[in-house]
């Protein structure tokens, strides 16, 4: 069983910048795909971005509403992944989840509880 905690969110004016860490315990961190989703009220939650195992190439995916502004990175040595936002938006403002999808699924298996994230205009 992994367990998941966010932290890093804030108030941040239009412009700013934040980082968002997940700090993971309880499983092989390296093994697992790791991915940002936030959930703005009264939206659905949606992808920001994902980056893969070092076994699978640590590849990076971004939603196109963040690409350019946003960086996703792992630290394997420190069972953390981050999330530098760059640029930040009012529609930006939402609660920032993190998850884990295991080897064995096509699923995210694991989620944090959460960080808000305000932007200010």
């Known amino acids: 069983q992994v367990q998941l905690v966010e932290s890093g969110g804030g108030l941040v004016q239009t412009g700013g910048s934040l980082r968002l860490s997940c700090a993971a315990s309880g499983g092989t961190f390296s093994i697992y795909d790791m991915g940002w989703f936030r959930q703005a009220p009264g939206k659905e939650r949606e992808f920001v971005a994902a980056?893969?195992?070092?076994?699978?190439?640590?590849?990076?995916l971004y939603a196109d509403s963040v690409k350019g502004r946003f960086t996703i990175s792992r630290d394997n040595a420190k069972n953390t992944v981050y999330l530098q936002m760059n640029s930040l938006k009012p529609e930006d403002t939402a609660v920032y989840y993190c998850?884990?999808?295991?080897?064995?699924?096509?699923?995210?298996?694991?989620w944090g509880q959460g960080t808000q994230v305000t932007v200010s205009s």
């Open positions: 998850a884990a999808d295991s080897p064995d699924t096509d699923e995210y298996d694991y």
């Open positions: 980056i893969r195992s070092r076994w699978s190439g640590g590849s990076t």
